[in-house]
Structure formats: C-alpha cells, structure tokens
C-alpha cells in the first residue's frame, strides 16, 4: 500500500519574469503534519496553490495519493479527499456563517450535512454568530468559519496557509489543539505553513525551509535546531532568512 500522500516532483512556477517556485521536491506521507516555513513572498502559498490545482505549473508535478493533479480524469476525485485555509481566498461576504458552510458541504457532497455543520459550529464556538453575515465578521472569527469550511469534508489532505493569524493566544491555543485532534484521529495528513515558529515546533513532524522559491533545508524541528546551532526554530527560521 502506498504510504505517500503528496509527492512533489521537479515543481516550477514563473510569473512572466519572476521565477516564484524553482524545481523543488518533496514527499509527505500519510498522516504526517509537516511545516512549510519561509518570509513572505517565498513561494509558500504559490505551492499550495499548485497543489490544490489552483495554478498550473510552469513545469513539474504533483502527485495526491498516486495521482496527477493535473490530470482532469483524477482532479475531482482528488480534490474530494483535500481541503484548504488560506488569508487569501474570502469566504462569501454576504452569506451568513451557516449558509457559506452549507454551500460547501453541499459542493463536497457531504452526508448529514445539517449534523456536522452543527457539530463543527459547536467545537469552533461559531454558533454565537452562525445567522452573521461573513463580511461582518472580525478578522479572527472569519479564520474560524474557515477552518470550519476546511473540515467540512473531513479531507485526507488538508492544506494550512496561516491557520492562526489573528486570532488572541487562547483561541489559537484551542485551535491547535483542535488540528492536534482532528488529525490524530482521522489519520489526515497536513501540510502548514506559519510565521508562528512556536506552532510549527508544536504541531509538525518535520518541517521545510522555503527562500526565494526553493527549498534549501528540511528535517525534524530538533534535527534543524541542532544543526544550525540554535536554541530554538525561531532562531533557525531568522538564521536562513538573513543569511
């Protein structure tokens, strides 16, 4: 049986003269939660976007569970069994916080819908401000309602973009706790990315360095603590970047 959910092979992206992705390489297995850390514009959520089939490679491949993302025969199968946060993509503004989730369940064809939208509004402490227009929601609250679109289909495959941001210490405290769970029990398997250095040692069973579209270390958070020579991640991360 094939362990690998994601492999990524010889991966690129050029955006008319900027080179955002250069040939990278990677593979996770299944119901790993592995970290994907770099500064901003270094190519992270270009990734993720590729890998969701979101923008096509200038070259390169992504495999899901065996599978070309590409290839149009296995790009809805595929993307069933994945789901994704991302700062960047808005929910709906003017649908409430049930009608975006019930909209979504019903894209993914999720059964009892009605029952885990409660359950997920419930855990995510939504149900405050289920009837409240997304748009009208606080920065924070939208990253809730988006983590709750993210687990709507219980996916095998989960893509995190920042899944934190913005939110106080104690709802991201829970919330971490909540993708701890979640994945522990369902075997899915996570890719992160983050700023929040503290997060990543926490949740990741390995993590990736990313700078300027390529990925120029991986290895567990301690492997990378001590062959850098530092006290912690955060350190590593300011290390690379500045070097």
Same mark, same amino acid.
């Given at each position: 049986?094939?362990?690998?959910?994601?492999?990524?092979?010889?991966?690129?992206?050029?955006?008319?003269?900027?080179?955002?992705?250069?040939?990278?390489?990677?593979?996770?297995?299944?119901?790993?939660?592995?970290?994907?850390?770099?500064?901003?514009?270094?190519?992270?959520?270009?990734?993720?976007?590729?890998?969701?089939?979101?923008?096509?490679?200038?070259?390169?491949?992504?495999?899901?569970?065996?599978?070309?993302?590409?290839?149009?025969?296995?790009?809805?199968?595929?993307?069933?069994?994945?789901?994704?946060?991302?700062?960047?993509?808005?929910?709906?503004?003017?649908?409430?916080?049930?009608?975006?989730?019930?909209?979504?369940?019903?894209?993914?064809?999720?059964?009892? /819908?009605?029952?885990?939208?409660?359950?997920?509004?419930? =855990?995510?402490?939504?149900? $405050?401000?289920?009837?409240? *227009?997304? #748009? &009208?929601?606080?920065?924070?609250?939208?990253?809730?309602?988006?983590?709750?679109?993210?687990?709507?289909?219980?996916?095998?495959?989960?893509?995190?973009?920042?899944?934190?941001?913005?939110?106080?210490?104690?709802?991201?405290?829970?919330?971490?706790?909540?993708?701890?769970?979640?994945?522990?029990?369902?075997?899915?398997?996570? /890719?992160?990315?983050?700023?929040?250095?503290?997060?990543? =040692?926490?949740?990741?069973? $390995?993590?990736?360095?990313? *700078?300027? #579209? &390529?990925?120029?270390?991986?290895?567990?958070?301690?492997?990378?603590?001590?062959?850098?020579?530092?006290?912690?991640?955060?350190?590593?991360?300011?290390?690379?970047?500045?070097?």
């Amino acid at each position: 049986m094939n362990k690998l959910s994601i492999e990524i092979s010889n991966l690129n992206k050029r955006f008319n003269n900027v080179q955002a992705v250069k040939n990278i390489n990677f593979k996770i297995n299944k119901g790993l939660i592995v970290g994907l850390l770099g500064p901003n514009g270094c190519g992270k959520t270009t990734t993720m976007g590729m890998m969701l089939g979101l923008i096509k490679p200038t070259a390169g491949t992504v495999f899901i569970n065996g599978k070309n993302i590409e290839n149009e025969d296995n790009k809805t199968n595929i993307l069933e069994k994945m789901n994704f946060i991302s700062p960047y993509v808005e929910l709906p503004k003017k649908l409430t916080v049930e009608e975006n989730l019930k909209v979504y369940g019903r894209m993914y064809g999720v059964s009892n /819908l009605q029952d885990k939208i409660s359950n997920l509004m419930k =855990e995510l402490n939504l149900l $405050e401000f289920k009837k409240r *227009k997304t #748009g &009208e929601l606080s920065s924070g609250q939208k990253n809730r309602v988006l983590l709750a679109k993210a687990l709507i289909n219980d996916p095998e495959i989960l893509l995190l973009d920042e899944p934190t941001a913005s939110l106080d210490p104690d709802v991201a405290d829970y919330i971490r706790t909540y993708i701890e769970d979640f994945a522990s029990k369902k075997g899915t398997t996570i /890719l992160l990315a983050s700023h929040n250095m503290s997060e990543v =040692e926490r949740l990741c069973h $390995e993590v990736m360095m990313m *700078k300027n #579209g &390529e990925i120029i270390d991986s290895g567990t958070c301690k492997n990378l603590i001590n062959k850098h020579g530092r006290k912690n991640l955060e350190e590593v991360f300011l290390k690379i970047v500045r070097e």
